[in-house]
């Protein structure tokens, strides 16, 4: 296993804090650090941590000279540095993306057989990075020891630490597939494949491309670096519970082959692809040009002991609770998912918000070019991670920004511009709180994100208000910028097992009656330009402390264990009316009704 952390108490990525050290622990990977211990100490720490461990190679990877070998780290959050054999190999800032090194060279180098990988990891937000957060000096000494600091951060969720991701090494040949870029579209029943292929290593490389249908035929085939694949009577990727063979995947086959001076070198790469069409009007919001509504969820990667670390168990048990409450798409609050969660979505139709990290932006020194300029790369490696997802319908470049502050507008025009630029192929919005008078960023989206808490944030327990205060912020956010509108967040605080009725606030009858209040003037807006509701929030999950913090944020309408609340089954029952009311039917003579509950896929 991985040791790790060790850690002093530096804060910020300074090289010169690295010789600090503490404890050494056996740590696993992927996890968050923070909770696998019973160190208090552990939990809340901020700084420096290092991870180490030995791997033994395969003897072919240490001689063949041919052979590319390739450290990738599926995210390190924050900041990490990598060394291998005590070689400085790479460096990143940003959780939730990976990033690699070539260490070709220093594992082909000598005798060894074995390489050691040192990652140290610092955890510090401060206003330029995504999420922002401060460092805070308490300098009163009668209050405070000397040095005594804590990080602040303007977003709810724990700032769990740590390799939340795989850690990998994995061979290609010298000459290699570098990247590919698919887009789609259809021409009347004709599916169109557009792909873009990337070698490295050799400008004299043979292309050759195939598509196979899910039976494994061909049915499509091309050959050079780019061009269109036509594919007749196509399958189209269909959204779950929209069609009555959802998320139909083609396999993308590329080989290169080349002719090097030590010879012939061939790579085989396979990517899925779903060919299907995104547009937005002014008042819809169109998959394959049928109209699409977003019933579904906000999500977090958050569970017990593991904090962010991934888990197949946990997210095979995420999305059946999804397939079983009829959801048919989640954002992804408030950062990048693994890239399993993405394709896993691909494969089951559930249809995603692709959120950066962009999160707590709320300080006005969080809007300058330093921050600007990190949020852009940040784009670019989630664009280029996440492009060929038929799942992913929307990019989300921000949550809950201070919209309205002056330096905003351009900050996020230019975010946003910069997205489109990366791929024009999908829309771009940001989800906002701000007033729809003072939002200096929505002219720049293609779909209005709006979050609003009536009757918990404010009007406490009022939940007579709540069909006035959210017709009013429906009507004023269309009248200004006549685009469609989704419902990003609401919800209740609700511990589960609580009772009274009438409902009071933290119950689970006075969570079910909100919902129902939003329903009823979500059901009257969705007849004209409302396009989507997620809840806030699918389950359970850890904050900082704070005394409105009962251990997390209780908003979930299942507990963090995954356990339903009363709320779970008044949505289940909402999600599968309105997947009955939305579904396409390509023929009338096929048409079947859904019921009241699950069907067989």
């Not at 035929?217 to 670096?225: E, L, T």
């Not at 009013?472 to 009725?501: L, V």
């Amino acid at each position: 296993g991985w040791k790790g952390p060790q850690g002093g108490w530096g804060t910020g990525p300074d090289l010169t804090l690295l010789s600090q050290s503490g404890p050494t622990l056996d740590m696993p990977v992927p996890s968050s650090f923070n909770d696998v211990g019973q160190d208090a100490q552990l939990r809340s720490f901020v700084g420096w941590v290092w991870y180490e461990r030995e791997a033994v190679l395969p003897q072919r990877w240490t001689q063949d000279l041919g052979t590319r070998v390739v450290l990738r780290i599926g995210s390190a959050h924050y900041y990490a540095i990598v060394w291998v054999n005590g070689v400085h190999v790479a460096e990143h800032e940003g959780g939730h993306l990976p990033f690699e090194a070539d260490i070709s060279k220093l594992v082909q180098s000598g005798p060894l057989s074995s390489c050691r990988i040192t990652i140290a990891i610092n955890n510090t937000l401060t206003p330029h990075t995504l999420p922002p957060g401060t460092i805070l000096y308490k300098t009163d000494t009668s209050k405070y020891p000397k040095g005594y600091f804590v990080q602040d951060i303007n977003f709810d969720f724990f700032n769990y630490a740590g390799l939340h991701r795989s850690v990998t090494l994995y061979t290609t040949p010298t000459t290699y597939i570098d990247d590919i870029t698919v887009t789609t579209g259809v021409d009347q029943d004709t599916g169109l494949v557009n792909y873009q292929i990337f070698t490295q290593g050799s400008e004299h490389v043979q292309l050759d491309v195939r598509l196979l249908d899910a039976d494994g035929r061909v049915v499509a085939d091309g050959s050079g670096g780019q061009g269109q694949l036509q594919v007749p009577a196509a399958h189209l990727w269909w959204p779950y519970l929209m069609h009555e063979h959802p998320a139909y995947l083609y396999s993308l086959e590329v080989r290169m082959t080349a002719q090097t001076e030590a010879g012939p070198v061939a790579d085989f790469y396979t990517l899925p692809v779903g060919i299907r069409t995104v547009a937005v009007t002014e008042s819809q919001f169109l998959i394959n040009g049928k109209p699409f509504y977003f019933h579904g969820v906000n999500k977090h990667e958050d569970s017990d002991v593991r904090g962010k670390g991934f888990d197949w168990a946990l997210l095979m048990k995420d999305f059946n609770l999804l397939r079983w409450l009829g959801a048919n798409a989640f954002r992804t609050s408030h950062y990048p998912y693994a890239e399993e969660v993405m394709q896993l979505c691909d494969r089951y139709g559930i249809v995603v918000i692709d959120e950066c990290p962009g999160v707590g932006i709320v300080l006005p020194q969080s809007y300058g070019n330093a921050s600007l300029q990190h949020h852009l790369q940040v784009m670019e490696e989630l664009v280029r991670r996440d492009k060929n997802h038929p799942a992913i319908v929307m990019w989300s470049v921000a949550n809950e920004p201070t919209s309205s502050l002056k330096p905003a507008g351009y900050y996020l025009k230019t975010v946003i511009a910069h997205t489109k630029a990366l791929d024009p192929t999908r829309p771009v919005t940001f989800v906002t709180n701000s007033n729809f008078e003072g939002d200096l960023g929505a002219p720049y989206v293609d779909v209005i994100c709006v979050n609003s808490y009536y009757s918990w944030y404010h009007d406490y327990g009022h939940l007579e208000v709540i069909q006035l205060q959210l017709r009013t912020q429906f009507e004023g956010w269309y009248r200004t910028y006549h685009k469609p509108i989704i419902q990003s967040e609401y919800g209740a605080e609700t511990i589960a097992g609580f009772h009274e009725d009438p409902p009071l606030m933290f119950t689970e009858e006075y969570q079910k009656s909100l919902l129902e209040q939003y329903h009823l003037v979500l059901d009257q807006k969705r007849k004209e330009y409302v396009v989507g509701e997620l809840i806030w929030n699918f389950a359970d999950f850890m904050t900082n402390q704070s005394p409105q913090r009962p251990v997390g944020n209780r908003k979930g309408i299942f507990t963090r264990q995954r356990q339903p609340k009363s709320a779970a089954f008044l949505l289940r029952e909402r999600y599968w009316k309105l997947a009955n009311e939305t579904r396409y039917h390509p023929s009338v003579a096929k048409s079947q009704c859904l019921g009241n509950g699950p069907f067989t896929l």
